[in-house]
């Protein structure tokens, strides 16, 4: 590895030590006899201060050829300075310049200059140099690595399921299709089918971070055509409320990640993060129904889906009464899944939840049938046919314990967590019904 010092380790007490600092050129600043490189290393910024008598002539023509983000490497000395970054400054004994970087840039990564997020995702990695952007990823795996510490510790295992599949398990019209030799297959909406086959195995809980493609037409903020989720599936539950355990701690790891791993992050990103009020409310949809009607005077007909006008007004009514987290359970079992478990008490309502964030679904989950014949009669009642699930339906046959699980959305939960006005910010390369480069 090349020989470097990060310029978060730099400090005035290393006054008059050499150093050897690498990065992109941020900024140029030159003043005839006294130019400044802006020095950016993915870590901070460092000033190198070139005072055209006191630095030899060689690196003071390089300061004056080199382009704004190219990659340097600069050794010199270390001096304080109380108006520089960090307090100190480097006064350079040579500048090599590793790679030029072309004129002009597609984008400012300084972010002086706006540019509006197509322009910006045409030129991601450029993009992927602001400190605002770069947060959001930081963010992002701060997150994860939170949510799979805790279901670790919940007894979860990781695992992998098929991202070629030969059937639906979210409905029909969402899938890509994808040539298989001489076969039709499709990219994966979800792990469904084989998260709930593992259930009949012994491997009593597992996650898997997953990917669901999703062939929507979809044009909005909030959705992408290449989704990432945390899929989990347990068994030997009593109900959904087992589940909805889980997502609620799943959910407040994660928040709590965010907030104690990447203060800084969030100041750059100008976002303060509150401990989540707990424990989430589990609201029943019927009871939302009335809720929306009496307190915004919304009419949603029972037995409909929540749209985004409802759920928007169920955020207001919870923000209202302080919470942002809240599920939504008890939905009516025709708009949900055909794997999918009844309620006991009431058959056309099922043991459904979605968690919702800020008026906004980020969670999907249930209890899920586990008697071969209702799970035929309802694959059959939603017009799917039987044989197109034989595996799946033969997990069913051998003995299979009451199980359930969720589809946690990555994407939408960071949106969200880090107030972002579209999801498109919290994927490297988003992908949606008009963006397949790069
Ligand atoms: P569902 O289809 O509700 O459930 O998806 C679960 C969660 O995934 C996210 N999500 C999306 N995010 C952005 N763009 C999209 N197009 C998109 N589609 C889904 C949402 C959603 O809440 N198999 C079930 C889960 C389960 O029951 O285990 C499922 O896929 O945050």
Redesign the pocket.
């Known amino acids: 590895m090349m020989d470097r010092t990060y310029s978060d380790s730099l400090t005035p007490e290393m006054e008059g030590t050499t150093v050897t600092i690498a990065g992109w050129v941020h900024e140029i600043r030159g003043l005839g006899k006294l130019r400044f490189l802006l020095i950016r290393d993915g870590r901070g910024i460092v000033q190198v201060t070139l005072p055209k008598k006191f630095v030899s002539e060689e690196t003071f023509a390089a300061s004056k050829e080199v382009s704004k983000e190219s990659v340097v490497r600069v050794r010199g000395t270390v001096q304080r300075e109380d108006r520089a970054p960090n307090g100190i400054e480097i006064l350079p004994e040579n500048i090599e310049v590793i790679s030029l970087a072309v004129t002009p840039l597609p984008l400012d990564p300084t972010g002086k200059v706006n540019a509006n997020l197509d322009t910006r995702l045409d030129h991601r990695v450029i993009d992927l140099r602001r400190a605002p952007v770069a947060a959001i990823f930081k963010a992002r795996a701060a997150a994860l690595k939170a949510g799979r510490e805790y279901l670790e510790e919940q007894g979860f295992s990781a695992i992998k399921t098929p991202r070629i599949i030969s059937t639906a ?2 409905g029909g019209t969402e899938l890509f299709p994808l040539a298989y030799f001489d076969r039709e297959a499709f990219l994966a ?2 792990p ?1 089918l084989y ?1 709930q086959m593992l259930m009949a195995t012994g491997l009593d809980r597992v996650y898997e971070l997953a990917t ?1 493609f ?1 062939a ?1 037409e ?1 044009d909005t903020v ?4 290449e ?1 990432s ?1 945390i ?3 347990m068994s030997f539950i009593d109900s959904e409320s087992d589940v909805m355990d889980i997502v609620e701690g799943l959910t407040i790891s994660m928040i709590e990640g965010v907030r104690k791993n990447c203060q800084p992050q969030l100041e750059t990103l100008g976002v303060e993060i509150e401990k989540p009020k707990t424990p989430f409310p589990r609201l029943e949809y019927r009871d939302v129904i009335d809720m929306l009607l009496s307190e915004e005077e919304l009419k949603v007909p029972f037995g409909e889906d929540m749209n985004t006008e409802a759920e928007k007004a169920l955020g207001r009514i919870m923000q209202r009464r302080g919470y942002k987290h809240y599920f939504i359970t008890k939905y009516p079992l025709e708009i949900k ?1 055909f794997y999918t478990m009844p309620d006991s008490g009431d058959p056309t309502l099922s043991n459904s939840f ?1 968690l919702e964030f800020m008026g906004r ?6 209890q899920r049938i586990h008697d071969h014949a209702l799970l035929t009669e309802r694959i059959v009642s939603k017009d799917l046919d039987p044989d197109g699930f034989g595996a799946y339906l033969e997990a069913f046959r051998y003995g299979i314990p009451p199980h359930g ?5 990555i ?3 960071l949106m969200l967590l880090l107030n972002l006005p579209n ?1 498109r910010e919290t994927v490297l390369f988003p992908r949606d019904r008009h963006r397949l480069e790069p």
């Open positions: 398990s979210e909406q979800s469904q998260k669901y999703r929507e979809h909030s959705h992408l055509n989704v989720a899929d989990c599936e899944p979605d679904e980020i969670v999907s989950g249930s699980g969720f589809g946690m959305g994407e939408r939960f999801i």
